[in-house]
């Protein structure tokens, strides 16, 4: 066991706890919770909404599936970081300004005022869901660090439990704006951190030059999929996931509407993606040193457990003050995304479900109704990463926008700008993108023959389309014949 790093780590999450929990005194009032007071300038805006993303998959999870043997390089995570980075740049270059000026709490807000109550509810529930595998990954993370800190002393378990709970202690507090402070502090310790590790993994591969030359000679700069049919279909299935399947979430919502104006809030969003983006490389060209580092080893993790790659490395070829900026780092990545994830759901819950249920709630009745959601939210999500354990964490990631993607999507954005969109368009759209998802989903072959996902987002963009153009081409109808007559 490694006693001084642990106790870095641990020192670490305390004090950005006590952050937390000081920015928590600031929280009057429910916006103060959910949305910061919409106070945030535009560099907090930057670092929280980078936050958005760089979670446990971006350090873990994405450079395991890049230098994969037989699947890697650039085209085996299309989905995250490039259709992640550009779900963050479409909401600054198209939603974020119409939506800000709106003053909405939260993204199901849209849905009432633009649908109605049953869309609200429908479009929220299928936010609330796709959080269990996000939150998850994080945990799972979380779990895994105590677990190699301590030399397996701590099970995965128990790490999931220390972790989540000094997580929860600071969002419980202070909400949205605990979680915009700390994400500034954490994103500084994560660049400055994961870039002092990747000069050092340069120098012992022997200079960036022979990382790349690795890279190329496994063809891992291949973006393009096979040029196939197949092929295409599976790569824009994966590339539409979380670029268009993240734009309908509450974490994204919350950040960019927590700015100060919606000038702050566009630009915010821009530059958080393409920052996003350009330093998701830092992790992948560090896991690609490794094997250059200490090959065997890391083949054999990549064969078994590729999660660890990045750990292994860093405790058994870097010295003490690299292994505390590593860790640091890590944790700062895991703690911005799961705070923010752990909030999103349950802001989502009681603004656009319990108060439907119980309406005429006081602000001080809702702030409650937050904190007690949060908790149980918490309690349950931690639950499913255990029983979880095993699942690859950028997998738990992947598969959690996809009910987003069929489900909300469309509404939203064809609700913005779409003046033809109704209600019953909304409602069939929802229907026939969840329905054929599932159907994807369930049926042997059909999920093998085009992506589930895919067929989804069509069927709703169908529904959308049917259900508000149907009743007014009919209506149309009756007032000519009626006219002619």
């Known amino acids: 066991m490694n006693t001084t790093l642990l106790a870095f780590v641990i020192l670490y999450l305390v ?135 301590s030399g397996g002393a701590i099970a995965p378990p128990v790490g999931m439990a220390i972790g989540t709970t000094l997580v929860l202690i600071y969002v419980l507090i202070g909400g949205m704006l605990a979680v915009a402070w700390t994400d500034f502090v954490q994103m500084i310790v994560l660049v400055v951190g994961l870039s002092l590790i990747a000069v050092m993994a340069s120098e012992q591969a022997g200079g960036a030059s022979k990382v790349m030359a690795l890279a190329h000679s496994n063809d891992w700069f291949r973006i393009l999929p096979e040029h196939t049919p197949n092929g295409w279909l599976f790569f824009i299935g994966s590339a ?59 083949k054999a993790l990549l064969a078994h457990d590729p999660q660890k790659v990045l750990p292994t490395l860093i405790l058994s070829k870097m010295p003490l003050v690299a292994q505390i900026f590593f860790f640091g780092a890590l944790v700062s990545a895991i703690k911005s995304t799961s705070s923010a994830t752990l909030l999103a759901p349950s802001t989502s819950f009681v603004e656009n479900i319990l108060k439907n249920i119980k309406p005429g709630m006081s602000d001080q009745q809702v702030l409650l109704s937050l904190r007690i959601t949060i908790f149980v939210f918490t309690a349950l999500v931690l639950t499913y990463a255990i029983l979880m354990q095993g699942t690859a964490i950028y997998d738990l990631v992947s598969s959690a926008y996809q009910i987003t993607l069929v489900a909300a999507f469309v509404p939203l954005t064809l609700g913005l700008f779409w003046s033809r969109a109704t209600t019953q368009g909304a409602l069939l759209s929802i229907a026939s993108g969840v329905g054929v998802w599932l159907a994807f989903l369930l049926v042997p072959g059909w999920g093998e023959a085009f992506p589930g996902q895919l067929a989804g987002v069509l069927a709703a963009l169908a529904g959308m389309l049917l259900g508000s153009l149907a009743p007014q081409l009919v209506a149309d109808h009756r007032s000519h014949v009626a006219h002619m007559a």
């Open 240 to 298: 539409i996931t979380m670029m268009f399947g993240s734009i309908p979430q509450q974490d994204v919502f919350q950040r960019v509407m927590s700015a100060k104006d919606s000038d702050t809030a566009r630009k915010g969003a821009i530059i958080g993606g393409f920052g996003y983006l350009a330093f998701a490389f830092v992790p992948m060209f560090i896991v690609a040193s490794s094997l250059i580092i200490m090959p065997d080893e890391t």
């Open 15 to 149: 004090g950005t706890m006590g952050i937390g929990i000081y920015a928590g005194t600031r929280v009057k009032s429910t916006a103060d919770f959910a949305v910061a007071g919409r106070s945030l300038p535009l560099a907090m805006v930057i670092t929280t909404t980078f936050a958005t993303w760089f979670g446990a998959e971006t350090v873990m999870g994405i450079p395991a599936k890049f230098v994969d043997a037989e699947h890697g390089g650039l085209r085996a995570v299309i989905e995250d970081p490039f259709g992640a980075s550009m779900c963050l740049v479409l909401v600054g270059a198209f939603f974020a300004t119409r939506l800000y000026r709106m003053s909405l709490l939260t993204i199901g807000d849209f849905y009432r005022h633009r649908f109605g109550k049953g869309v609200e509810i429908f479009c929220s529930i299928a936010i609330i869901l796709s959080y269990l595998g996000w939150v998850a990954a994080q945990i799972t993370a979380l779990g895994l660090v105590f677990a190699v800190l």
